[in-house]
T-cell receptor, first 116, second 115 residues
Framework: AQKVTQAQTEISVVEKEDVTLDCVYE???????LFWYKQPPSGELVFLIR??????QNEISGRYSWNFQKSTSSFNFTITASQVVDSAVYFC?????????????FGKGITLSVRP | NAGVMQNPRHLVRRRGQEARLRCSPM?????VYWYRQLPEEGLKFMVYLQKENIIDESGMPKERFSAEFPKEGPSILRIQQVVRGDSAAYFCASSIRGGSNYGYTFGSGTRLTVV
């Protein structure tokens, strides 16, 4: 069975601090996909990144970066120089590779509060 | 190009009433998924539909819940005889091809409150 664990439930930082959100996953599949979504206070889900299991290169997009390590089954997300607008709930998710019927398994989310 | 549209954004129902949640997928998307977010929880898969077909309903409660995606019109998630435990945010997502591997586009959700 697949599982996504986001052990941190709430994180509070002061603006301009760096913050890392942890994600650990479990799957028996050799091919799978990992995602991060952001849910701001307005409630919608915003797609941030998708990474497949064969691509372990770290990714950077502006102030966001992701560290994928298969050896530790982790896909951590770092926000550099955090801003108040980064305040949101962040979800990590895992998709198996059963083709057309695959579905996402979400972690419980991490609530990030960035204080001015 | 409008995204996934869900309505209503907020829905209040008394115990025992019916709730109908609507989802219009993105243009050109024929695959629709419903997920439920209970308070303090992540999203959990409920059902996957293509036009006129239910493909996977393994996450749907066996009673009171049903979903459809007719040939014309939006997908509907229907909850009969709602109870307090149904209070949650219900998210719809759509994709151009089946499966979650390429990621979905989610709607803004419908927040159902049962009083």
């Amino acid at each position: 069975a697949q599982k996504v664990t986001q052990a941190q439930t709430e994180i509070s930082v002061v603006e301009k601090e760096d913050v890392t959100l942890d994600c650990v996953y479990e799957t028996r599949d050799t091919t799978y996909y990992l995602f991060w979504y952001k849910q701001p206070p307005s409630g919608e889900l915003v797609f941030l990144i998708r990474r497949n299991s064969f691509d372990e290169q770290n990714e950077i997009s502006g102030r966001y970066s992701w560290n994928f390590q298969k050896s530790t089954s982790s896909f951590n997300f770092t926000i550099t120089a955090s801003q108040v607008v980064d305040s949101a709930v962040y979800f990590c998710a895992l998709s198996d590779d059963t083709g057309a019927n695959s579905k996402l398994t979400f972690g419980k989310g991490i609530t990030l509060s960035v204080r001015p | 190009n409008a995204g996934v549209m869900q309505n209503p954004r907020h829905l209040v129902r008394r115990r025992g009433q019916e709730a109908r949640l609507r989802c219009s997928p993105m243009k050109g998307h024929s695959h629709v998924y419903w997920y439920r977010q209970l308070p303090e929880e992540g999203l959990k898969f409920m059902v996957y539909l293509q036009k006129e077909n239910i493909i996977d309903e393994s996450g749907m409660p066996k009673e009171r819940f049903s979903a459809e995606f007719p040939k014309e019109g939006p997908s509907i998630l229907r909850i009969q005889q709602v109870v307090r435990g149904d209070s949650a945010a219900y998210f719809c997502a759509s994709s151009i091809r089946g499966g979650s591997n390429y990621g979905y586009t989610f709607g803004s959700g419908t927040r159902l409150t049962v009083v």
